[in-house]
């Protein structure tokens, strides 16, 4: 993997630890010379993550909409920022950029971002690995919804493996980088 996408929190949220691996993670990335692709603001976890590669001599690139720039106030040490018109292209560039997905605690925006990029992963569409980043436990109750989902006859077993979750940042890019899409037969074919 050559370039991450991550989507996190515009907020710091309520533990210190949260921002912490933030930007452990944006150390990380920046180690294994792999380029940060972000929504380029310099606030929150966005901020921390960001922050943390650029210290770490890292390449990070922020896509924002333009009319976000004030309120999301765009990082100004950025390796590069594209400027985009709207949140749908700021999807499709920042996915565009990357051969990865990660997610870290975050609210609507993270949670929208993320299963965008699932069901399109889902559909056929495109392939690369989604992780998540499971920080003291965020995400544990949207593990046990999917569960509630599988079991409840709206998703199948497999497409659960679509995701990638795990709670340290070294186990979680070495899954994603021998990451195989499992074998879905994708709902386009399963429809036609
Ligand atoms: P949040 O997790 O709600 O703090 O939002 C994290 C980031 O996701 C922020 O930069 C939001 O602007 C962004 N975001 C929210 N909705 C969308 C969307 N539909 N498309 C792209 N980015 C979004």
Redesign the pocket.
């Known amino acids: 993997m050559k370039r991450i996408t991550v ?5 710091k949220g309520t533990k210190p630890h949260f921002a912490q691996k933030a930007a452990h993670l944006g150390k990380a990335l920046a180690e294994r010379n792999i380029t940060v692709v972000y ?1 380029g ?1 310099d606030l ?1 976890l ?1 901020g921390s993550v960001a922050n943390g590669a650029l210290n770490a001599n890292g390449k990070v690139i922020g896509v924002l909409p333009e009319f ?1 720039r004030t309120r ?1 106030i765009a990082h100004q040490s950025l390796t590069k920022l594209i400027i985009v018109e709207s ?2 292209e ?2 499709m560039k920042m996915n565009e950029l990357s051969d990865g997905i990660i997610a870290l605690p ?8 993320l299963f ?1 990029i699932l069901t399109w992963v889902q559909l056929g569409l495109q392939n690369k690995p989604i992780g998540i980043l499971n920080v003291d436990g965020y995400y544990d109750s949207l593990i046990d919804f999917i569960d509630t989902m599988i079991a409840s006859g709206f998703l199948r077993a497999v497409d659960k493996e679509l995701l990638i979750v795990r709670d340290s940042i070294e186990e979680l890019l070495s899954a994603m980088d021998s990451y195989d899409l499992p074998d879905i037969k994708n709902k386009v074919e399963e429809l036609g």
């Open positions: 989507f996190c929190g515009s907020q929504g603001a929150g966005m976000l999301e949140m749908h700021r999807k975050g609210g609507f925006g993270t949670l929208e971002e965008e």
